[in-house]
């Protein structure tokens, strides 16, 4: 097990060096344009799977450093690059956790690979669980998971919104119900091959920021998908439902059950946390340049303590979420339980960082900051999803609350 560091080694800074100079030279000039396109810029993710980080092996060299650090490292330097065509770089591997979280090695070999496509033809993935109805309350889920047992087949049945490449991925990890009275632990994920009958694209989202990032509505009307198709299988899915049954019957006493959407955002929280300390940094950087050589009154306005201490903020603010974010990384990856939801707490605290930092930014350029001709404009509008996706801010708070006073908190 590695111990816990600040320092990144030779080998993460080169890789930190590399995908940095990807964000600087590709996706920064291109952040604009698909900005106010709002299409998913196909041609960035394609250059992104020929120098290798779009793809499968480089999110494995991430995911499985032994310091924890290659993902938030990886995810931190892309969206200083630009959050909405970073998302759609990074929207797949949500879709990827969910599958390498609870999917059997099968599984594993068998999907993740169609996911990505090759350089020559790249593919997206979508993980579809939140509903109309059921965002931050995933017990009022509504799509329906039955069992043909005749056919050995899956039927899927519902609609699944906010959808990171919903609709346009070649392979979707829906999250259904399948025993509706166990509440969130009558839940399982289900992969829907490519071009399965049944699932369709329903609306667009025409959003706020990350405007890059295709976000839409999926449908789901009979959908069939084989039983190999359930993740993690037939066997694993009855004994957990059994092992749930028994514990309501106890009266709630008994092993905990884990919920699989909840196991896939719990892994890829700390992650979301470096994508908005990523935003964050841009920002700043953008703010403290803007600072050192814009003139008032014949001096820098960064002479002014009202600039200079806000930029002081700022910059201590994004150090203090980045080392949430890499310890909770490291704790993840060291096996050590997340005691006092430091996940969470990691992306409660980089999240809202992010929208103040930008905010902030906006501020200190004046009139500049709130155009277009500035890149803080458009950060600022990239930063409001971090306090909402993946869990809103109060739900974080929740989770937190919960964890650290062990009680049923409301």
């Known amino acids: 097990m590695a111990e816990f560091t600040m320092e990144l080694n030779d080998d993460q800074k080169q890789v930190r060096d590399w995908i940095h100079g990807f964000a ?9 344009e698909w900005d106010e396109r709002e299409e998913t810029p196909w041609p960035v993710i394609q250059e992104a799977a020929k120098v290798g980080i779009y793809s499968l092996d480089f999110y494995a060299q991430q995911f499985f450093d032994p310091t924890g650090l290659g993902i ?30 609870n999917g059997t090695e099968e599984q594993i070999g068998t999907w993740i690979p169609q996911m990505y496509g090759t350089p020559d033809d790249v593919k997206v993935a979508a993980f579809c669980s939140s509903e109309p109805d059921a965002g931050s309350d995933v017990g009022s889920m509504r799509t329906r998971a039955v069992y043909d047992q005749a056919k050995d087949e899956w039927v899927l049945n519902g609609t699944k919104t906010w959808a990171t490449n919903g609709g346009i991925a070649n392979v979707h990890i829906v999250v259904a119900v399948v025993d509706p009275e166990l509440g969130t632990k009558g839940h399982a994920s ?17 959003k706020h920021g990350i405007r890059a990032s295709h976000t839409a509505e999926v449908v789901l009307e009979d959908v ?19 092992r749930a049954h028994e514990r309501a019957r106890a009266g709630g006493a008994g092993e905990r059950v884990k919920n699989a959407a909840m196991a896939t955002f719990e892994a890829s929280r700390p992650a979301v946390g470096a994508m908005a300390v990523g935003t964050a940094r841009a920002a700043y950087e953008v703010a403290l340049d803007y600072a050192k050589t814009r003139t008032q009154f014949g001096r820098p306005i960064i002479d002014n303590q009202g ?38 707490m990691s992306k409660l605290f980089a999240s809202e960082v992010a929208k103040k930092v930008t905010a902030q930014a906006v501020q200190i350029l004046g009139g500049n900051g709130f155009t277009r001709e500035y890149p803080v404009e458009r950060m600022h509008r990239d930063s409001a999803i971090y306090t909402i996706f993946e869990g809103t801010s109060e739900i974080q708070r929740l989770v937190i609350a919960r964890t650290i006073s062990q009680m049923p908190i409301r």
């Open 24 to 32: 600087a030279e590709v996706i920064r000039p291109a952040a604009a």
């Open 307 to 344: 600039i200079a201490f806000q930029l002081a903020d700022m910059r201590t603010s994004i150090d203090a979420a980045r080392l949430l974010v890499w310890r909770a990384s490291w704790m993840a990856v060291a096996g050590k339980p997340f005691t006092s939801a430091e996940g969470s």
């Open 190 to 206: 289900f992969i829907v091959p490519p071009n399965t009958p049944g699932l369709s694209q329903g609306q667009k989202f025409k």
């Open 224 to 242: 069939r998908v084989p039983g190999s198709c359930l993740l993690g299988g037939k066997e694993k899915l009855d004994e957990r439902l059994a």
């Open 72 to 101: 938030p490292m990886a995810m931190e330097e892309l969206f200083w690059g630009d959050a909405g065509i970073a998302l759609s770089i990074v929207g797949t591997g949500l879709a990827a956790i969910g599958v390498v979280a």
